[in-house]
C-alpha cells in the first residue's frame, strides 16, 4: 500500500514538474505577422499578459499544453478594436503564431437628420421603352438629409472602429443614416444585409463619367435605399428586391431614355416598384 502511495506521489510530481517546471512544454517563441498599423510590441505584452497569469496558486508556466488559443484569441480582439480578425497557432512544443487581420475602411457612417418639406406629386404620361413596358413616371420626393458632426469609420462587417471627417475625398464611400441613438467605438452600426446591398452597389456600379458620391439610409425597419449620384441627383432602390437587376434596368434607362444634356435637369430615378422606373 505505501508502495503505491508513494508511486501516485512520485507521478504526480513528475507531472507537475513536467509541465509547470521544466521547458518541455515552455513556450519560448511568439510570432506577429499581419500587423500594420498596431505595434507588434503592444501584441506581444498582450499574449504576454495572459501567459504569465496565476494559474491554480502558481504564476502561469508558458505551458503551450495549459494556453487556450479561443483566449489568446477574444483577449486580442477584446483589447484592440482596430483588430477584426487574429489566428492563433500552436506550433508544438514551443512557439506560437499570431496573424492579425486589421479593420479596412468600408466607408465613412455619418449621423444626419431629416428636415421636411412640402409634398407635390406630378404625374406624367407613361412611357414605353420596349416590349418590357418599363413605366417612366414623375414623382417628387419631399425630404431632405441634414448632416451632423458626428462621423466614423465603419468596416465591411458594419463595425465602428474609428472617428473620421465628415469628408475623406471622393475615394471614400460615404453613408448617411438617419440615426437618433449615441454611438460609440465597437457598434456594430449597419447589419450585414444593408453592407451587402450596398457592395453589391458598387460592384455593379459601372456607368461612365458617373460616380457614386453617398448612400442615405432612413430607416433600418424599411428597405429603401437612396444613393447620390457625382452628377447631383438621386437613385432609389430597395435593398430586399434584386439589387444587380435594379442597377441594369437603371443602365438600360440611362442608356435609352435619359440622354446625357437631359442628366443635368434630372433630381432623381426610382427603381424601388419592379419593372416600373419613375423620375424627375
Not at 507521478?11 to 507537475?16: D, E, I
Not at 515552455?26 to 497569469?53: C, F, H, M, P, W
Not at 508558458?62 to 477574444?74: M, P, T, W
Request: proline share 1%.
Amino acid at each position: 500500500m505505501k508502495f503505491f502511495l508513494a508511486l501516485i506521489v512520485f507521478a504526480a510530481g513528475g507531472f507537475f514538474y513536467l509541465f509547470l517546471i521544466s521547458s518541455a512544454f515552455r513556450i519560448e517563441q511568439v510570432a506577429v505577422s499581419g500587423n500594420k498599423n498596431i505595434s507588434e510590441k503592444n501584441i506581444r505584452q498582450t499574449i504576454d499578459e495572459y501567459l504569465n497569469r496565476r494559474f491554480l496558486f502558481f504564476w502561469r508556466p508558458r505551458n503551450i499544453v495549459l494556453a487556450k488559443s479561443e483566449e489568446i484569441y477574444r483577449k486580442i480582439l477584446n483589447e484592440y478594436i482596430f483588430i477584426g480578425d487574429v489566428s492563433v497557432m500552436k506550433k508544438y512544443f514551443h512557439k506560437i503564431n499570431i496573424v492579425i487581420k486589421e479593420r479596412e475602411i468600408f466607408a465613412i457612417w455619418c449621423k444626419v437628420v431629416i428636415r421636411k418639406q412640402n409634398e407635390n406629386t406630378n404625374e406624367t404620361t407613361a412611357n414605353e421603352i420596349n416590349k418590357d413596358l418599363l413605366i417612366i413616371k414623375s414623382v417628387e420626393i419631399a425630404e431632405e438629409f441634414i448632416a451632423t458632426d458626428e462621423c466614423y469609420y465603419i468596416d465591411d462587417t458594419g463595425i465602428i472602429f474609428s472617428e473620421a471627417p465628415q469628408s475623406s475625398g471622393s475615394l471614400i464611400l460615404r453613408i448617411d443614416e438617419v440615426y437618433d441613438e449615441d454611438v460609440k467605438i465597437g457598434d456594430k452600426i449597419l447589419n450585414n444585409g444593408i453592407i451587402t446591398s450596398i457592395a453589391t452597389v458598387q460592384k455593379y456600379f459601372n456607368m461612365d463619367n458617373l460616380k457614386i458620391a453617398r448612400f442615405f439610409i432612413k430607416n433600418l425597419a424599411t428597405p429603401d435605399l437612396e444613393i447620390l449620384t457625382s452628377e447631383d441627383w438621386k437613385i432609389y432602390l430597395d435593398r430586399d428586391k434584386d439589387i444587380k437587376n435594379q442597377m441594369e434596368i437603371l443602365g438600360k434607362v440611362l442608356r435609352e431614355k435619359i440622354t446625357l444634356s437631359e442628366r443635368k435637369n434630372l433630381e432623381y430615378i426610382d427603381l424601388k416598384i419592379p419593372d416600373r422606373v419613375y423620375y424627375r
